[in-house]
């Protein structure tokens, strides 16, 4: 692994401490799932699906309730969902939002029981589909005043011990530190005793800082299931998981010398505006297997129990940066070539315990309790030693919990449906909401209609979480911050048919 791509691997990772949803390293974004419920009732339940079964969602829950059906089924789910961010720097608020179109799930459920057994092995099913389990779409922007430095304070910090001419001509280089002293943003100092020590271009004044934070992309699955029914008691199953993703994420910072601007004694240039842009794009592919049970000890109590493997992920990235900077005598740009990395991710274990509690035809209620642990995510490549990559994992992120509760009541062909979750900190722990350190709230809702051979279900959640954003940091730990207040309106119709 060269220079290039460490430097920028490390600038993504640091962001993961402070930056919110979609622009964390790959550890995190590939295991934090806030996306639930990938049909409409799954959904409006709180994803709290654990122990009940006879929804596609249990392919990526808990296999083993696909074993409940005694009917094939056939599920199309489109899903529609609007986020909102507040971004307050510096005293400025600033607000954006982005709307996505996707598909919850697409797939079908084949039950094949034994309708005259009355004891021992009642019925097996094949499940196959799609399921969407994450949405990386997302936009933010941010602007404010500071007063205290500059991203060229933090390019120069880079640049320290690294001789002009590398930094000038060295492809390595050029993708942060090399790109700004090309463009005149750092200049060696004016000490000839201070050997390779670099400063930011000058200025006297505030200055003005604004950036805008775009991402697309989602993380969806193929699963293949088969589920076995024991005695109507008893249910187990298995998913073997092919989970891929497409992520792409533009982020622009922009810095603007407010007033009394100060010519630089080497450069001989007097800094007036910059732009740094960073573009990043990531294909994955996977596998996994998800094995499940439920029991059954009452025709009121359902019990589950779901454990799903690490997923292995061949990760492929391209990347590359540019830098605009404006001066008074003029203005230059200049790009890095375009940067490519494979490298390979393993995510944490997750367990899922689960119960659900059946009033024979007037409805049930739910909860789901799921735990992993994301510092066990570990890096892995070919071409580079990810080890402090792996320590600063371990060292910074937490055991995760989620709690999913949902309910369902029913009134001849109509099902009303609620639902909470509760998810915890990556970097905190503890199923609590907290400003700041991403831990997430959502509330549900939903209603379905059921005939004889169709149903149609509706589905809404929002969801309510928080983390902060910083575009650089210095060596004495400052950093301006972005706070990043995130509101996400999900709505999701799930068509059904019956066979």
Request: glycine letters at 10%; one cysteine or more; charged letters at 20%.
């Amino acid at each position: 692994m060269d220079y290039r791509f460490k430097s920028m691997l490390a600038a993504c990772f640091f962001l993961t401490a402070t930056a919110f949803a979609q622009n964390e390293n790959d550890a995190l974004r590939y295991s934090m799932q806030q996306n639930f419920g990938t049909t409409a009732r799954s959904l409006s339940m709180g994803g709290a699906f654990g122990a009940l079964g006879a929804d596609f969602s249990s392919l990526s829950i808990n296999p083993a309730g696909i074993a409940v059906y005694r009917r094939s089924e056939f599920t199309f789910s489109p899903v529609l969902q609007f986020r909102n961010n507040d971004a307050s720097y510096s005293g400025t608020l600033t607000t954006d939002n982005r709307a996505n179109l996707g598909i919850g799930n697409l797939g079908f459920v084949l039950a094949f029981p034994r309708e005259k057994k009355t004891s021992g092995w009642m019925g097996t099913s094949l499940g196959f589909g799609y399921n969407r389990i994450n949405s990386f779409s997302d936009r933010f922007a941010f602007e404010g005043i500071n007063k205290n430095n500059s991203i060229n304070d933090f390019f120069a910090e880079i640049s320290n011990g690294i001789s002009k001419a590398n930094l000038s001509g060295d492809e390595m280089y050029q993708f942060d530190a090399g790109l700004a002293y090309n463009s005149y943003l750092t200049n060696p100092v004016a000490d000839s005793s201070l050997i390779d020590q670099y400063q930011g271009a000058l200025y006297n004044g505030d200055l003005k800082q604004k950036g805008l934070i775009t991402r697309t992309g989602a993380q969806g699955e193929i699963d293949i299931s088969f589920a076995a029914n024991y005695d109507n008691k008893v249910y187990l199953g298995a998913t073997v998981g092919i989970p891929y993703f497409r992520y792409s994420s533009t982020e622009v910072y922009e810095e603007y010398a407010l007033q009394n601007t100060i010519k630089d004694s080497l450069s001989g240039k007097t800094f007036k505006n910059s732009k740094y842009t960073q573009k990043l794009s990531t294909q994955g592919n996977g596998v996994n297997l998800k094995l499940g049970v439920i029991f059954k000890p009452t025709d009121m109590v359902r019990l589950g129990l779901a454990i799903h493997t690490p997923t292995y992920y061949e990760m492929n990235d391209q990347y590359s940066s540019k830098i605009y900077a404006n001066f008074s005598e003029g203005y230059l740009e200049n790009k890095s070539p375009d940067g490519r990395f494979s490298y390979n991710l393993t995510t944490p274990f997750k367990t899922i315990a689960s119960v659900g509690l059946v009033f024979l035809d007037q409805g049930l209620i739910s909860a789901d309790y799921e735990f992993l642990d994301y510092s066990v995510a570990r890096f892995n490549s070919n071409d580079y030693n990810f080890s402090d990559e792996n320590r600063d994992i371990k060292n910074r992120f937490e055991q995760g919990h989620t709690l999913k509760i949902g309910a369902e009541y029913r009134y001849k062909v109509f099902s009303f449906r609620a639902g909470t979750v509760m998810q915890s900190s990556p970097y905190e722990g503890g199923i609590t909401y907290k400003e700041g350190n991403r831990s997430a709230v959502s509330y549900t809702g939903g209603i379905g209609i059921k005939g004889g051979n169709f149903f149609l279900d509706l589905g809404y959640s929002f969801t309510k979480t928080s983390g902060n954003y910083a575009p650089y940091t210095l060596a004495d730990g400052s950093a301006p911050s972005a706070s990043v207040a995130t509101k996400i309106n999900r709505f999701m119709m799930t068509f059904g048919a019956k066979f």
